[in-house]
T-cell receptor, first 109, second 110 residues
Framework: RKEVEQDPGPFNVPEGATVAFNCTYS??????FFWYRQDCRKEPKLLMS?????NEDGRFTAQLNRASQYISLLIRDSKLSDSATYLC??????????WGAGTKLIIKP | SQTIHQWPATLVQPVGSPLSLECTVE??????LYWYRQAAGRGLQLLFY??????ISSEVPQNLSASRPQDRQFILSSKKLLLSDSGFYLC?????????FGQGTRLTVV
């Protein structure tokens, strides 16, 4: 079993809709989690950190559920520019970054 | 502020030729450093990581090697490239889990 799993998508979503995707992890030692955004043929860039108490940044909300071992990303009022691949990553005390394979999101006009 | 430089951005190399990709970090000390490879439409595959000078851990057996001659310098090398070495190579550094990537090198072996 992969340590971090994501639905690869693609998620085809109309502009203005709300979209959510999850990422499950198997390593309970993972201490921190993050969501990254990767545009085509570009490097991943940090989108936001994920906390148990939730983290909201504008239209984006990230949540960590340690009991069920998943993290989520919610995007409200989606824009065409939100089209990208979204990667989740967990970090453990052994300096390991455990990456999901990414979820592709396509926002359609 | 911290910055990471990776070069070159694109590279076309013949099979059997050597490879050297360089990555340097500025604005931080003793960073954790990583080399990843990403195939088209796929996730990040960890190749090497380093927690200090001269300390290299390899995740997968392969035709590549890595070195960290200085605290903020991470080099990915190969003596003889294979066609299967083509891909998008990313260098990254991390602190407390947050990872920051270089612009990537798109390597095509012909």
């Amino acid at each position: 079993r992969k340590e971090v799993e994501q639905d690869p998508g693609p998620f085809n979503v109309p502009e203005g809709a709300t979209v959510a995707f999850n990422c499950t992890y198997s390593n309970s030692a993972s201490q921190s989690f993050f969501w990254y955004r990767q545009d085509c043929r570009k490097e991943p860039k940090l989108l936001m950190s994920v906390y148990s108490s939730g983290n909201e940044d504008g239209r984006f909300t990230a949540q960590l559920n340690r009991a069920s071992q998943y993290i989520s990303l919610l995007i409200r009022d989606s824009k065409l520019s939100d089209s990208a691949t979204y990667l989740c990553v967990g970090w453990d005390s052994n300096y390991q970054l455990i990456w999901g394979a990414g979820t592709k999101l396509i926002i359609k006009p | 502020s911290q910055t990471i430089h990776q070069w070159p951005a694109t590279l076309v190399q013949p099979v059997g030729s050597p490879l050297s990709l360089e990555c340097t970090v500025e604005g931080t000390s003793n960073p954790n450093l990583y080399w990843y490879r990403q195939a088209a439409g796929r996730g990040l595959q960890l190749l090497f990581y380093s927690v200090g000078i001269g300390q290299i851990s390899s995740e997968v057996p392969q035709n590549l090697s890595a070195s960290r001659p200085q605290d903020r310098q991470f080099i990915l090398s190969s003596k003889k490239l294979l066609l299967s070495d083509s891909g998008f190579y990313l260098c990254a550094w991390s602190a407390n889990g947050e990872a920051f990537f270089g612009q990537g090198t798109r390597l095509t072996v012909v």
